[in-house]
């Protein structure tokens, strides 16, 4: 019987944990073969335990570096790097620049203690699942029908980095494992703080069985991104109609439903196109029925 996609899940805050995630020891811990689990692990997040362990490690020491002015061998020893030799290596490849460079650089100017932490936040929740948004129906799990919980909001303007995208309503998961990554690893890699967690906006129909959609971070200093398929949209403030849905990803298109069915009864116009913010993350909350989306729709003054 193939490792259901709720076991790989269950795995993953051990990974990011910092204890023993070896192969052998995640396989023991699921009971099952490493040959088995290996192949589920790489099916479920499109990495391996051993490079999925070693970005986490990657991630949290980055952070730390931003945050703290700890030696930098004491953040290598910490994340679980043998050596100072071993993580200025393994940093380099991951981040283009060594530790002091990064730390040198920083999260920019303009970044204060509070977006310094609230980056740190962000990554810590986000990078174990940064791939894994809109996961097909977790199988030990019976789809049931969103709790939704509407309600009028007033939204601060946001900047966020995207990758836009035109694709089929069946492979938006597809779609988000390839771009939610990209973001992220951009945004670390260039000292871009996140200020939110990751999201998605849809644009519009594009035409027979596809939507336009740009998938990334909120962030909170101002960047253009790379000059390529990374660009930076506004999200716009003022006020707004935020539905809380809870469960699986598959039924978020019943969420999206009853809020433009509460805006047609309230009398409300939507003021551009729609996003989910991803406040839980798969990676740290195995069970679907713990997921919390916000479905946010801006509404004309």
């Not at 991104?225 to 469960?247: N, T």
């Not at 069915?261 to 195995?286: C, F, I, K, M, Q």
């Amino acid at each position: 019987m193939p490792i259901p996609t709720s076991l790989v899940l269950e795995l993953l805050p051990a990974c990011r944990a910092g204890g023993d995630a070896s192969l052998a020891a995640l396989a023991r811990r699921a009971r099952r073969s490493p040959f088995e689990l290996h192949r589920a692990f790489l099916r479920v997040t499109g990495e391996t335990p051993k490079r999925f362990t070693a970005r986490m490690r990657l991630e949290r020491a980055a952070v730390e570096l931003v945050r703290s002015r700890r030696p930098i061998l004491d953040v290598a020893l910490d994340a679980g790097f043998a050596s100072h030799e071993v993580f200025s290596r393994a940093f380099l490849r991951r981040f283009g620049m060594s530790p002091r460079a990064y730390r040198e650089r920083g999260l920019g100017p303009s970044a204060t203690r509070k977006v310094a932490a609230r980056h740190a936040d962000v990554v810590g929740a986000a990078g174990p699942c940064i791939g894994l948004h809109h996961l097909p129906t977790v199988e030990r799990t019976p789809i049931t029908m969103p709790t939704v919980t509407i309600a009028r909001r007033d939204l601060a303007p946001a900047t966020a980095l995207v990758i836009r995208r035109k694709c089929a309503v069946s492979e938006i998961a597809n779609t988000l494992s390839a771009c939610l990554p990209r973001v992220f690893a951009w945004c670390q890699q260039h000292g871009v703080p996140f200020a939110g967690p990751p999201m998605t906006r849809y644009l519009a129909a594009s035409g027979p069985g596809l939507v336009s959609l740009e998938a990334g971070l909120p962030i909170a200093v101002p960047s253009t991104g790379d000059g390529g398929d990374i660009v930076a949209i506004e999200l716009p403030g003022g006020p707004a109609a935020v539905a809380i849905h809870e469960g699986n990803y598959d039924t978020l298109a019943a969420t999206h439903a009853a809020v433009e069915r509460w805006l047609d009864a309230e009398h409300l116009e939507p003021n551009g196109p729609p996003w989910e913010s991803y406040v839980t993350d798969p990676g740290t909350t195995p069970d679907p029925k713990d997921w919390r989306t916000e479905v946010v729709y801006p509404l004309r003054r």
